[in-house]
């Protein structure tokens, strides 16, 4: 998918002796998107957006060193070694030796002359690779005005993370004027130096507006740039927004337990399996978090306040660096896991401001590479009127819970969230995991069109392979409940189920009392391999639709 992107002059920041001037250069292909404030907290907001470019420029999947230029050396050092072999004079091969070691030198003598060429040849390199990197490659930041919040977006370049900048107007000394809506805003490298130099003593004026810093410079440029937006990108806001959307285990932390974590991860490299990050969490007991494969032990600040112990590891604990520099401005953390090997999210606040953390399973399996958590959730499907309905009230509110949306349209509040999820998957909304509100952002050009949302309509959640066989497996009545027992959070459901390849296997799943698949297990080879890193698989789907279906049998007074 190709996303033309026009800037009219460059986002930059205006560096004085008592003030400052930040400026945003928003995409003039969109419709019109500005704000213009006083910044109340600016080194809060400094901190913020270098955590939000160090999220940007990341790339940490693991790739083979390039060994090319030893494999040549080996190549050279093989073939001498077989010229040599083969000579049985001892003065040829004394005289060969002697001439290898002036060859040598000479090749050092060249390479001494030549560096300041390979200098500048390296800098120019650098140079042109960063600023095609740039207009090519680097996805701009999602920037959206609201009301009452002004906040960026951004995935890294491997997709494991996404960072969300919530800016408060309460983060403002004053708001002179505004236009609500989503745009795509200039992120440079030069821009994230320029921003490093903001100071606390001087006034900043924040503005986002087409014209970036032209109106300042009285220099109009122009930065045009066509992105391959992969569909994948959209995939993966979806697969964020399910996650935050779940029923996930919070942990509240000091801001000195994160820094602890972070000073441990600095300090330690394990060259050995496992390097997972384990919180190990007791009711009434200060949480724990274990640093494997070392074992080190740190006992953080806050008690568990959950019903059950629980253990829960996680990887790609190297990513939890990018919020090292936010620590000193936080005033708490929250942590959000979904469980063994699944997303983990953490939400930092400060002055005036939150900083959004959401870190796929591992760093190799990123939100999009074949995650389905929105599998987890049971979503009803809608007709185009019904997304048509929700879409203009978020787009008039801006803002807003699955309960208000369901009293402000007359849907039900398991439809509302149904309807949310198939806006959010369009990429028209956004689940905001701070506030626990739905937001509206549109993530492409223009308000969404009744022919787009046509498109939209129908069970989506059951486009998927995992759904289509949960379907089959539910409609051949190849799924049994063998025990339905009710516990606080919903429903404990254990059955058996027959798949395509047709052996039978025992799945067991625990509900809340919206259908929403909380923890689930399986004895098939899906789970047994992956776990729930990629989704329920289609036994726990199929069982889930066999209970639901009792439950709603019990409703209308059916079976009992």
């Known amino acids: 998918m190709i996303v033309p992107v026009r800037y009219t002059g460059a986002s930059g920041a205006v ?21 213009r404030g006083q910044l109340g907290a600016p080194i809060a907001f400094r901190e913020a957006m270098a955590g939000l470019h160090q999220v940007v420029t990341s790339d940490l999947k693991y790739r083979p060193r390039d060994r090319a230029a030893f494999r040549l050396w080996l190549e050279d050092q093989d073939r001498r070694f077989l010229d040599g072999h083969g000579i049985r004079n001892e003065k040829i091969r004394v005289r060969l030796e002697e001439l290898h070691a002036q060859l040598d030198g000479l090749q050092r003598r060249r390479d001494r002359r030549l560096a300041p060429f390979h200098k500048a040849r390296l800098e120019y390199l650098r140079w042109a690779t960063e600023n095609e990197y740039e207009v090519s490659y680097l996805l701009d930041p999602v920037i959206t005005v609201h009301p009452d919040e002004v ?14 900048v919530g800016l408060k107007h309460e983060a403002f000394a004053s708001v002179s004027e505004l236009e609500c809506g989503t745009t795509n805003i200039d992120f440079s490298h030069r821009l994230a130096g320029e921003l490093s130099r903001m100071r606390s003593y001087r006034q900043t004026a924040f503005e986002i507006a087409p014209a970036g810093l032209a109106v300042t410079t009285g220099r109009t440029t122009h930065v045009e740039k066509k992105i391959d937006l992969p569909e994948s990108w959209v995939q993966g806001f ?17 801001p000195i337990d994160l820094f602890n974590i972070c000073r441990q991860l600095k300090r330690r490299k394990a060259r050995t399996s496992p390097r997972a990050l384990r ?80 870190l796929s399973g591992w760093t190799d399996n990123d939100w999009t590479g074949g995650a389905q958590f929105d599998l987890l959730t049971r979503r009803l499907s809608a007709t185009a009127d019904d997304l048509m309905t929700v879409y203009e009230l978020l787009r008039g509110v801006r803002a807003a819970s699955d309960k ?13 969230r149904s309807v949310l999820s198939h806006l959010c998957q369009i990429g028209r909304a956004m689940f905001d995991l701070s506030t626990g509100v739905y937001r509206h952002r549109d993530l492409f050009f223009g308000a969404l069109t009744r022919k ?23 409609t051949s009545d190849n799924v049994r409940v063998i025990a339905r027992r009710p516990v606080s959070m919903g429903f404990k ?36 391999s992956h776990q729930l890193a990629k989704g329920p698989c289609e036994h726990m789907l199929a069982l889930r639709l066999a209970h639901m279906s009792r439950l709603e049998e019990e409703q209308r007074g059916g079976a009992p």
């Not at 930040?22 to 019109?32: E, K, P, Y």
């Not at 906040?151 to 969300?164: G, K, N, T």
């Not at 208000?404 to 509302?416: D, F, R, S």
């Open 404 to 416: 208000q949306v369901a009293e402000a349209t007359g849907l039900g509040v398991e439809k509302a």
């Open 493 to 528: 459901v254990s059955g058996s189920a027959r798949g395509a390849d047709g052996r039978r296997v025992r799945p067991l799943v625990e509900l809340d009392h919206d259908g929403q698949i909380v923890t689930a297990t399986c004895t098939c080879a899906h789970f047994r």
């Open 151 to 164: 906040f960026f977006e951004a995935f890294s370049r491997d997709e494991s993370s996404y960072a969300r």
């Open 15 to 35: 560096q004085k002796l008592r003030t400052a001037q930040v400026s945003f250069a928003a995409n003039t292909l969109r419709d019109a998107v500005f704000f």
């Open 279 to 358: 919180y190990e969490l007791v009711p009434g007991e200060p949480v724990r978090a274990v640093l494997e494969p070392w074992d080190h032990v740190i006992e953080l600040s806050t008690p568990y306040e959950g019903p059950k112990p629980v253990t829960v590891r996680t990887w790609g604990r190297d990513r939890l660096l990018t919020l090292a520099c936010l620590i000193p401005n936080a005033r708490r953390v929250d942590l959000y896991l979904a469980g063994l090997g699944l997303p983990s999210i953490y939400v930092l606040e400060a002055e005036g401001l939150t900083f959004t953390l959401a």
């Open 238 to 254: 979806l697969q964020v927004h399910s996650t935050m959307a779940m029923g996930l285990q919070h942990v509240r932390l000091a």
């Open 452 to 474: 787009e949302a046509l498109r939209a309509v129908g069970p989506v959640s059951e486009t998927a392979p995992p759904a289509k066989a949960a379907r089959a497996i539910f």
